[in-house]
C-alpha cells in the first residue's frame, strides 16, 4: 500500500511533508479563470504551467502558497505532484463529476468544491497513476493535529475514504454510466497519533526561511468568518473580486445568509482587526 501526504501549503501539512516522509505528496491546485488574479511573476506562472500540464492563469488561494510549494519541494528533497483537473468556474457552468448542473454556489451545506477540485483530482491520480486494479488501495495521510481531533472524527464518520466513480458507458439503451463504490484510500493522521499541537507545529517553523500565508486554502472560503474575509479583501483583493463576481450570477451566496461579499468589503471595525482575531476556518475538509 503507498502512503500519500496530501498538502496545503499550510505550516501543518508542511510540518507533515518533512517529518513523515511518504511514497507521493501531492497538492490540488484551486485554478480560476481571471486574469486579473494571475501572478505578478510570469516566470511563476511558467513554472505552474508545467507542473500541471495546462496553461496556468489564477489561483483562488494566496499566491505566497504557490511559491512556497516549490520551496517546500527543495527542503524535503522529494517531488510534489501537482493536480488540477477543472477549474473553479467550470463548477457554475458544467457538469460535476458525478453529473449535474449546479443551481447554488457552494457553502457550508453544499460543500462540493472541496470534492471535486481537492478529492477528485487526488482520486483520479491514484486510480489512474498508482493502482493496479479497482481493489487498491492508498494510505493518505491528512494534516489533523492532536488539537484536532474532532476533524479526525468527522472524516471517519463521513464517506471520504470511498468514490462513486464511473468506470464505462453502456453502448445501447441511454448509454448511461456504470458508476462503482471504490474504497480507494485508508486515512491515516500522523501528527494526531504522535501528539503534534498546533504550538509545536508553529514554534518548528519559526526562524525558517518559508512564508507562510496568513491563511490557507482559498481567500474567500466560505468557511472563514467576517474578519478573515474582510482581511483578505485587504491582502488580496482580486481574488476576492473574483468571489464577489460569482455571487452575480444568479446562484446564490456564498454564506448563504445574504452577507454578500461586496458588503463584507465596505464593512468597517470600531477596532483595527488582525488574523489573531479569526476564527477558524478548517472546517470544509481541506486541510491547513
Excluded at 505578478?40 to 499566491?63: M, P, R, Y
Excluded at 472524527?153 to 462513486?164: A, I, K, P, V, W
Amino acid at each position: 500500500m503507498k502512503t500519500i501526504n496530501s498538502l496545503s501549503g499550510g505550516r501543518t501539512s508542511s510540518y507533515m511533508a518533512v517529518h513523515y516522509p511518504s511514497d507521493v505528496n501531492v497538492f490540488a491546485l484551486v485554478e480560476i479563470n481571471d486574469h486579473r488574479a494571475s501572478p505578478v511573476d510570469s516566470k511563476l506562472i511558467q513554472k505552474i504551467s508545467d507542473k500541471i500540464g495546462h496553461q496556468f492563469i489564477a489561483t483562488a488561494e494566496d499566491d505566497k502558497t504557490l511559491i512556497l510549494m516549490f520551496e517546500l519541494e527543495q527542503i524535503i528533497g522529494r517531488e510534489i505532484t501537482w493536480l488540477s483537473a477543472r477549474t473553479f468556474d467550470s463548477l457554475f457552468v458544467k457538469k460535476h463529476m458525478f453529473g449535474g448542473i449546479p443551481n447554488r454556489l457552494p457553502s457550508w451545506a453544499r460543500r462540493y468544491c472541496t470534492v471535486e477540485l481537492k478529492i477528485v483530482p487526488i482520486f483520479e491520480y491514484c486510480f489512474l497513476k498508482l493502482f493496479e486494479s479497482i481493489h487498491d488501495i492508498v494510505e493518505m495521510r491528512i494534516g489533523y493535529r492532536a488539537d484536532e481531533k474532532h476533524r479526525q472524527e468527522q472524516f471517519l464518520n463521513s464517506s471520504n475514504e470511498s468514490m462513486l466513480y464511473p468506470l464505462y458507458c453502456n453502448y445501447y439503451g441511454q448509454r448511461r454510466q456504470v458508476k462503482r463504490k471504490l474504497n480507494w484510500r485508508k486515512g491515516s493522521f500522523p501528527l494526531i497519533d504522535d501528539c503534534i499541537t498546533n504550538s509545536i507545529v508553529v514554534k518548528y517553523w519559526q526562524n525558517k526561511s518559508l512564508q507562510f500565508p496568513s491563511q490557507s486554502n482559498c481567500v474567500g472560503c466560505f468557511h472563514k468568518d467576517p474578519v478573515s474575509l474582510k482581511l483578505q479583501w485587504e491582502s488580496a483583493p482580486k481574488k476576492m473580486q473574483w468571489f464577489a463576481d460569482q455571487e452575480k450570477i444568479g446562484k446564490g451566496s456564498w454564506l448563504n445568509n445574504k452577507l454578500y461579499y461586496e458588503k463584507i468589503k465596505e464593512m468597517r471595525f470600531t477596532l483595527p482587526i488582525s488574523y489573531d482575531m479569526a476564527g477558524s476556518s478548517c472546517s470544509g475538509g481541506c486541510t491547513d
